[in-house]
């Protein structure tokens, strides 16, 4: 399937596999990569050698197109941007900060860049950056999310509707409806988190992939605005923060009591109380853990489902 997207990448079929922190790795990345999509590291949990290693291991397990993750806000940026350059790795997705900081030096050395978004706002700045195209991420999605709760039915057509360049939906999408739905609203490609997570190849810690297949509707809630707005599984963790928040902590008890490498605990070391469990709304709806290239046959033979069956509605235009 043809679409600015695939063309840009050189990818198959036009769907992405987020970049996620602890879940991410080089397996995943490269599975997804193999099975026609676009696999990304998730670089936010690694230390450089780390990185390093995956991007190695991911080069020698595919020879397709794939790319890292980069949230801008990693403490030792330099030495990851000057890894991924080294690595020759083709395409770099950026995320939680300004596209203008590290674009210019990807694309002198050749890099394709994406930057990810959660507003119209951040997407003209990314048009003013050079990014190549732009992943637009709604309320529903796992993780880091933007605080103004904008859903991915309304930012994207939004984003659609203010620049030209590529757009990819993120937030909410698992399957091939809500593919397909991406695309009515202006999508040319989609890039999907929390169905990934639950997958074989995944980094997550085992007790992490059955909490996502276990989750139901309403299980997730964004957290820590006054931080780093977040989406989390509502479990101990999530419990404490949310009473304290309740009545009214500071931001510096709320920091403290969220202390360091939360993430790694719940979702690499499978801590189910005591760590932070990152997963989309769209969790209620998964409900196994496959390989990832059944993941990406499934939601594409879907989206063609879902397309043929919208051809049967009849055509009265009033
Ligand atoms: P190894 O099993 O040799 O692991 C390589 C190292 O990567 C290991 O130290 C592993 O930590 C760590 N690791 C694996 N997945 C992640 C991850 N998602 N985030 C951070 N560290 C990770 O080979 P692998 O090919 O499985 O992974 C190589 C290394 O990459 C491992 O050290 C692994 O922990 C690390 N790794 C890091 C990931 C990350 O997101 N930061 C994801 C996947 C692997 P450990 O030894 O504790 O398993
Ligand atoms: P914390 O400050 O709580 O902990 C840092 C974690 O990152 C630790 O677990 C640490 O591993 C690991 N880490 C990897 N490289 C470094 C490094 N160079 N210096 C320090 N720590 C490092 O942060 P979080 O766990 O909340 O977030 C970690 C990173 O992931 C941040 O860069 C954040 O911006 C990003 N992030 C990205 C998300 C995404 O969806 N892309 C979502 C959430 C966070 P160890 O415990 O082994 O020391």
């Known amino acids: 399937m043809k679409t600015r997207v695939t063309e840009l990448l050189g990818i198959e079929f036009p769907i992405i596999q987020a970049g996620m922190i602890w879940c991410s790795g080089w397996e995943l990345a490269s599975a997804v990569s193999n099975a026609g999509g676009l696999g990304l590291i998730g670089s936010g949990s690694m230390y450089p050698d780390i990185l390093r290693i995956h991007i190695q291991k991911c080069k020698k397990a595919t020879s397709k197109p794939f790319g890292v993750n980069v949230p801008l806000l990693y403490p030792d940026i330099d030495k990851h ?10 395409i770099v997705f950026t995320s939680a900060g300004n596209p203008k900081t590290w674009t210019p030096y990807l694309k002198e050395h050749g890099i394709k860049v994406v930057h990810v978004v959660s507003a119209v706002k951040f997407a003209l700045k990314c048009v003013e950056a050079g990014v190549d195209a732009v992943v637009a991420e709604g309320f529903e999605a796992g993780g ?4 103004e709760e904008t859903t991915t039915m309304v930012l ?6 203010a620049i030209s360049i590529p757009l990819i939906a993120a937030g909410g999408i698992a399957n091939g409806r809500q593919m397909a739905a991406a695309f009515a609203l202006g ?4 890039q999907v988190g ?3 997570v639950a997958s074989l190849e995944s980094s997550a810690h085992p007790a992490f992939k059955e909490t996502v ?3 139901k509707e309403g299980d997730t809630q964004l957290t820590l605005k006054q931080l780093t707005p977040v989406r989390l599984i509502k479990n101990k963790f999530f419990k404490e923060v949310d009473e304290m928040e309740k009545r009214g902590a500071s931001v510096e008890e709320l920091a403290a009591h969220l202390g360091r490498g939360r993430a790694k605990k719940g979702m690499f070391e499978g801590d189910l ?6 997963i989309g709304q769209v969790s209620g709806l998964i409900n196994d853990i496959l390989p990832a290239a059944e993941i990406v046959k499934n939601i594409m033979r879907e989206f063609y489902d879902t397309l043929e069956k919208m051809k049967n509605f009849s055509k009265t235009i009033p």
Do not use: C, Y
């Open 156 to 161: 994207i057509p939004a984003v659609r509707d």
């Open 81 to 90: 941007m000057q890894i991924i350059v080294e690595e020759k790795v083709p």
């Open 194 to 196: 929390s169905r990934f």
């Open 144 to 147: 880091h999310n933007g605080r």
């Open 213 to 215: 297949v276990k989750a």
């Open 187 to 190: 999508a040319e490609a989609v």
């Open 273 to 278: 109380d005591e760590g932070e469990l990152e």
